[in-house]
């Protein structure tokens, strides 16, 4: 099992993960980090709890836009591309769930 230090908003955490996905969690934290540094430029600092709420919040809130947009699209429009393209952000909105469970 592979483990990687994460930060976000300037706190660290450490995140055990699958064998070869330390980059992959890594880069995904940084996405993280720039929603956290976003929030805190409006908001100011808020608890710890809180800011991974609202940066889960803002992702959801970020798939449900791209979901409703493709619900727009004509079924037929989508190739296979574009329906394994969907089911890979699915698949990391779920992930980023998890993770943001697992640092609870």
């Known amino acids: 099992m592979g483990r990687v230090t994460?930060?976000?908003d300037k706190r660290?955490?450490?995140?055990?993960?699958?064998?070869?996905q330390e980059a992959h969690i890594i880069k995904l934290s940084h996405i993280l980090d720039e929603k956290a540094?976003?929030?805190?430029?409006?908001i100011g600092p808020v608890n710890e709890n809180m800011m991974l709420a609202m940066i889960g919040l803002l992702l959801a809130d970020e798939l449900e836009d791209i979901k409703n947009q493709s619900a727009c699209?004509?079924?037929s429009a989508f190739n296979t591309a574009d329906s394994d393209m969907a089911k890979q952000i699915?698949?990391?909105v779920s992930r980023i769930v998890g993770l943001i469970n697992n640092l609870k």
């Open 6 to 8: 994460i930060t976000i």
């Open 12 to 20: 660290e955490y450490a995140i055990a993960c699958d064998d070869g």
């Open 37 to 42: 540094k976003i929030l805190s430029s409006r």
């Open 73 to 75: 699209v004509p079924t």
């Open 90 to 92: 699915d698949g990391q």
